[in-house]
């Protein structure tokens, strides 16, 4: 036997993806992968963290085994979206609070802000005025936005920042 196909494979997992709190966002097949490799990308509302990749694995796996115990090996891969997937669906944003991102406009100016509040089709962005200190929260339309990437960040936000995104130093991204 093959390899699942990319939709065997959702709608296998999905029910079990959905019950922990996740959604599949894009599964990959790579039959010629040696040994071939089956890469599942999630998301969710919360973290996508080591324990909950680790479970979702299993369960995952299990439930691959069950349906093609006579399949030839495979890699089976569950892992986030990674840092720089582009934001591109209101839920992207709303999972983003807090976090640093780079927006272009589709009149071609840039912002650089932090995610604020995200609902009906606009986000608030936090953009600092000026070299000070000085913070202002700016609401987009998400359809005005052509591109929007979350940045990396090494040091802790600013205090006022996070405030005006509606979060705490403790509700901050890591």
Do not use: W
């Amino acid at each position: 036997m093959g390899l699942p196909s990319q939709k065997q494979v959702i709608e296998l997992l999905d029910g079990e993806f959905a019950r922990a709190g996740y959604e599949i966002e894009e599964v990959k097949i790579n039959a010629s992968a040696r040994p071939p490799r089956i890469t599942i990308v999630a998301d969710g509302d919360r973290a996508l963290d080591l324990d909950s990749i680790t479970a979702l694995s299993r369960s995952a796996s299990e439930l691959l085994d069950r349906v093609d115990a006579g399949a030839a090996p495979y890699v089976l891969e569950v892992t986030s979206p990674g840092v720089d997937r582009p934001l591109t669906a209101e839920k992207h944003y709303r999972r983003a609070r807090g976090r640093k991102v780079k927006v272009t406009l589709s009149d071609g100016s840039q912002l650089t802000g932090r995610i604020g509040e995200t609902r009906d089709g606009s986000v608030c962005l936090v953009v600092r005025e000026g070299r000070r200190q000085d913070y202002s929260v700016r609401e987009l339309r998400l359809g005005d936005i052509v591109k929007a990437v979350v940045q990396v960040e090494f040091s802790p936000p600013d205090q006022r920042e996070l405030e005006l995104a509606g979060q705490t130093a403790e509700e901050a991204p890591r």
